[in-house]
C-alpha cells in the first residue's frame, strides 16, 4: 500500500433512523410491517469514516449539538480512529438526524433534519495540514468555500444534495462528484468544469472526465445489494483517495466503484464501509 495520505473532511454528521420495508412507499402511500434501527451517518462523517477504513489518515470538522444523539452519531468514527478535534459541539443546537426507508431491494428513500450541521461556520474552518480536503452539501456553502479558499492541497467537492452553489465553489474543486440526477440538476454548471468529474450510475458504474473529455469508465463488481445508504460516500472517499495516491484515472475509478459495491453489500451508512482489504478483494 502507498505511503499513508493524510485526508481532512468538512461535512455533516447525523443519526440515522433507518426503517427497512419490503418496498418504497409511492406519494400519500402507507407501508407498513417495518423494522426499525439506529446508524450514525451524515455524508461528512460517512465519508471520513470510509476515507480512514481505506487507509488514509482522517480527521473530521463537523458541528453537532451537545445531546445524546451526538455521542451516538460520532461513535464509530471515534472507535475508527477518525480525528475528531475540530469536531465541535454547539449547545443551541441538535445533532442532525436523518430519516431513512430503505426497501428489500437496497433502494433508499431520505429526509435529512440538518440540526447542528446548519450552525458550522467559516470561523470554524482551522483545517489541519492534509493532502487533500473532501466536502459536500449539507453544511452551509459560506463554510465550504471559507474551506477551500484556505487549503492549498487537492479539493474534493461531492455535489451533494443538489442545491445551487455559486460557480467559484465548483472551479475550486481538482475533483467534483456527482450521481445522475446529480448531473441534470447542475446542468451546464459542470459543462465548462477543467478538472475532474465523476458521474455515477448506480450498478451500472461511473464515468470519469476532464475537462469534458472521458478518461475512464468503470462497472462495479457484482455484489448481492442489501441497502446503498453510504455508497456514494464511499465511492466519493475512495476516488479521492485513490488519486492522491497516485493511481492513474482507470484503476482509481475501478477502486472506486469497488468500494461502493462493498458498502452496498451490508445495512447501515457507517457499519457497511468496507476496509481496504475488502475492497482489494472485490
Known sequence: MPDRKKIVVVGSVNLDIVVTVDRLPVAGETVSGGTLSQFPGGKGANQALAAKRLGADVSLVACVGDDANADAALALLRKGGVDLSACRRDEAAATGVALIAVSSDGENQIVVVPGANRVSTPEDMNLPEADALICQLEVPVATLQSATESFAGFISINLAPAIDVPADLIDSADLVVVNETEAAFYGDSLKGF????????????????????????????????????????TFTAALTLAIIEGHDFQAALDFACAAGAAAATRAGAQPSLPSRAEVDSL
Open 194 to 233: 477543467a478538472g475532474l468529474l465523476a458521474i455515477t450510475y448506480g450498478a451500472e458504474g461511473a464515468v470519469l472526465m476532464k475537462g469534458g473529455e472521458v478518461v475512464a469508465r468503470s462497472r462495479p463488481p457484482a455484489i448481492e445489494v442489501v441497502d446503498t445508504t453510504g455508497a456514494g460516500d
